[in-house]
């Protein structure tokens, strides 16, 4: 995906974040079960509207108190007490722009770990054939931090194309 179309939906996230950023977490026995005891529903009722038994409703709700039931069947109870399932995905904090911003700079450090080991181990073995020549130069950290950087550049310039 390049950069304008993922900055298009990172604003399109963020936007849709903050409508619903103070969802309540879920109640420990789950929502089915707090929405329909709420609702003052008995298991029986809801099991009729979906076609199912009464026994097959406590299943998907204790399956949904456990991370353990379908969306499908998520969806149909939800329907079943008149109300719609919502599934979304949040960062744990921040916005998504952050979560992105952190997960570029990750990535961007891994890259730089990556061809700083791979520009040590050449500057290195240039250095060890210029020594046996006696013409070392001696500042072999200065010229692994410049094709460090020499690296990085080359990089970027490529993912910009």
Known sequence: MNKQMQQIRLN??????????????RPRLGW???VREALGLSLDQVGKKINETRMNVKRFEIWESNDRITLQNLRRVAAAMDCNLVYFVVPKTGTFSDLASAQSEFRRKVKESL???QAEDDVRAVEHTMALE????????????????RRMERLEKESRR
């Open 12 to 25: 399109q996230l963020n936007r849709s974040w903050a409508a619903g950023s103070t969802l309540p977490p």
């Open 32 to 34: 089915l079960r707090a």
């Open 115 to 117: 061809i700083r080991k």
């Open 134 to 149: 006696d013409q070392a130069s001696g500042n072999t950290q200065e010229l692994i931090d410049q094709e460090v950087k």
